[in-house]
């Protein structure tokens, strides 16, 4: 990249953060990319699981383990229609292990 481009591209972040940023609860962007400049949003927001969450996110993976090979024997494993379904319950599988991580009772305090 040169540098015309990476100004370009500084120029055009800070831009989309200043147009972006409507509510005034989550404070002005800043422009020095410190940490702490936006507030992120709870839909964006990282949760650190403790042990009891830990564990419930291991249980479900195999729980979805066993299920894709369950629809693997009987269906087999090769081939485009396994690839998304297996593709599919990745994204399920992320998704329910999100809804585990948003329950407070499963973060670290």
Do not use: W
């Not at 419930?56 to 693997?72: I, Q, S, Y």
């Amino acid at each position: 990249m040169t540098n015309e481009a990476s100004k370009t591209d500084t120029t055009d972040r800070a831009a989309l953060l200043a147009s972006e940023q409507a509510r005034p609860e989550y404070g002005t962007p800043a422009y020095d990319g410190g940490p702490n400049a936006i507030k992120i949003r709870d839909e964006f927001a990282v949760h650190r699981l403790n042990d009891e969450g830990m564990a419930r996110a291991k249980d479900l993976g195999k729980l979805f383990t066993v299920f894709l090979n369950n629809l693997e024997s009987q269906c087999g494993a090769g081939g485009r229609e396994m690839a998304i379904v297996k593709t599919k319950l990745q994204e399920a599988a992320f998704f329910a292990k999100r809804a585990i991580a948003v329950v407070p009772e499963n973060q670290e305090k």
